[in-house]
C-alpha cells in the first residue's frame, strides 16, 4: 500500500508540474507577442517624431480616437485611389474597413512638418475630446514618417457647399431642411463654445466645413484651425492668420481683440448663404445685389423683406422663419464682438423660442460716420453669458485686404476662397 502511495504521490506532482511547465510557456509567447506587435511599427518610427509628439499621441490613446497604421488605410482607401476632395489643409479620400463602416481618411499635407504636427494636433485634440451629433466624429489617426492622417465618419451627402452653390449636381435642398441644417450647425458651435471642458474657437465655419449626412443632418468638420481656449481667458492669443476671406470677422485682419465672437460673425455670414443659396458675393449680379449681406440689410431697413423673399424663392409658408433667419443673420454680423449673440442665444432664436432682437446696422463702420454705439450695452446683457473688457486685447492679427471690384474695394470684401 506504501509503495502505490508513493507512485500516485509522484504522478500527481509530475503532472503539475507539466501543468505549470505549459502555462509559463504560454505566458511567455503571449509576452513575446505583444512585445512584437508594439514594435510593429511604432517603435520604429517613433525615432523620427518629436518627443512632445509622441507624449501628444501617448495621451490621445487613452482618448477615444484609435491609431491606424499606414497599412490599414492604404487597404481600406484602395491605396489612396477613390478622391473625395482636397483643400489647404490636406486631402481627403474614401475608405472602407473590413467590417463595411465606410471612412472619410483626411491625409495632412502643408509646407513643412511643424505646420502639419499643428494641423494633426488641433483636430485630433480638439475631435478626440468631443462628442456631439452635430460635429463629425473622429475614429482615429495615423502618425507615422510616411502618412499623416485623420479618419473621420464618412458624409454620404458631402458638404453644403456642393448642395447650395452647385446644384446642378448636388440635390436642392428645401428651405424647411437648410433651416434644420442652420440650427444643427448652431447647436454644433455651442457645444463648442459652452459645454466642452475647455472651450474650442473653430476660426473656419464655411458651408465647405458643414457635412450633411444620409439624413441631410449637419456636422461641423475641419477643425484644422481650431484652439482650445481656457474659459477664464476673454482674449485668444493669436500666432497667425486664421480663417476664410469672406467669412473671416473683422478682428481677425484688424486692430481689435479676438473671442470666440469670430466663430459667430462666420456663422451669420454662412446664415446669408443658406437664405440666398448663393454666395454672398457674386460680382455677375448687378452692383446692388453683387454683396448680398449687405443687399439684405437694406431690404430689412427699408421694411422690404418681402423682395427678398421673392429674389431667393423663398414660400409663403416659410416666409416667417425666413425673415427670423435674416434678423439673426444681421445680429452675428455685427462689427464689434460684444454686441454678437453667443451661440447658444442663436440656437434659441432660430428655433423660435427667443424673440430676435432688431438689430443694429451691422456694417455702419463702412460709411461716414463709423460704428453705430447705440445699443450696446443692451446688447452685452442680452447676449453674452461672459462678458469682457472691450480694451484688454492680448495679441492682435492683421492681414491684407485683397481688392477685387469697385464694389468690394468700396466695402473691403474679400472673395470667399475654398
Not at 229 to 239: A, E, Q
Not at 250 to 276: A, N, Q
Not at 370 to 375: A, F, K, T, W
Amino acid at each position: 500500500m506504501s509503495t502505490d502511495g508513493a507512485t500516485t504521490g509522484a504522478l500527481e506532482l509530475i503532472v503539475i508540474v507539466v501543468v505549470v511547465v505549459v502555462k509559463i510557456g504560454i505566458i511567455v509567447y503571449v509576452c513575446n507577442r505583444r512585445s512584437n506587435m508594439r514594435k510593429d511599427p511604432y517603435v520604429e518610427d517613433s525615432r523620427f517624431i518629436p518627443l512632445t509628439m509622441v507624449k501628444f499621441l501617448d495621451d490621445m490613446e487613452r482618448e477615444r480616437p484609435i491609431r491606424f497604421t499606414s497599412q490599414q488605410l492604404r487597404i481600406a482607401t484602395e491605396n489612396f485611389s477613390i478622391l473625395l476632395g482636397s483643400g489647404g489643409f490636406g486631402t481627403v479620400y474614401k475608405g472602407i474597413f473590413s467590417n463595411g463602416t465606410a471612412v472619410a481618411v483626411k491625409v495632412l499635407n502643408g509646407t513643412s512638418d511643424k505646420r502639419i504636427e499643428e494641423q494633426f494636433m488641433a483636430e485630433v485634440s480638439t475631435m478626440g475630446r468631443t462628442h456631439h451629433f452635430n460635429l463629425v466624429r473622429l475614429y482615429g489617426f495615423c502618425f507615422e514618417s510616411s502618412l499623416r492622417a485623420l479618419v473621420y465618419e464618412f458624409m454620404i451627402n458631402g458638404s453644403l457647399d456642393y448642395h447650395l452653390f452647385k446644384s446642378k449636381k448636388g440635390i436642392v435642398i428645401g428651405f424647411e431642411k437648410l433651416h434644420e441644417i442652420a440650427l444643427g450647425t448652431a447647436r454644433g458651435i455651442a457645444y463648442l463654445h459652452e459645454e466642452c471642458p475647455q472651450r474650442i474657437v473653430h476660426y473656419d465655419i464655411k458651408p465647405g466645413n458643414i457635412h450633411l449626412d444620409s439624413k441631410f443632418c449637419a456636422k461641423v468638420a475641419d477643425f484644422g484651425l481650431a484652439k482650445l481656449c481656457n474659459r477664464d481667458k476673454t482674449h485668444i492669443t493669436m500666432t497667425g492668420g486664421r480663417g476664410t476671406p469672406g467669412y473671416a470677422a473683422p478682428e481677425l485682419w484688424l486692430p481689435l481683440p479676438v473671442t470666440h465672437k469670430c466663430d459667430v460673425y462666420s456663422f451669420g455670414m454662412l446664415l446669408f448663404e443658406i437664405i440666398g443659396r448663393r454666395r454672398n458675393m457674386d460680382v455677375t449680379l448687378g452692383d446692388s445685389q453683387q454683396w448680398f449681406p449687405i443687399w439684405a440689410w437694406r431690404k430689412y431697413e427699408k421694411n422690404q423683406l418681402n423682395d427678398l423673399m421673392i429674389v431667393c424663392t423663398i414660400e409663403e409658408k416659410d416666409e416667417e422663419v425666413a425673415e427670423r433667419m435674416v434678423k439673426v443673420a444681421l445680429c452675428c454680423v455685427q462689427y464689434r464682438p460684444e454686441t454678437r449673440p453667443v451661440m447658444s442665444i442663436v440656437v434659441k432664436m432660430l428655433e423660435g423660442a427667443l424673440e430676435v432682437p432688431e438689430p443694429f446696422n451691422p456694417f455702419s463702420h463702412l460709411f461716414p460716420g463709423g460704428v453705430s454705439e447705440g445699443g450696446d450695452s443692451l446688447a452685452r446683457i442680452a447676449w453674452n453669458v461672459d462678458g469682457f473688457c472691450w480694451s484688454s486685447s492680448e495679441v492682435v492679427t492683421k492681414s491684407t485686404v485683397v481688392t477685387g471690384t469697385p464694389l468690394m474695394r468700396r466695402y473691403e470684401i474679400t472673395m470667399a476662397s475654398d
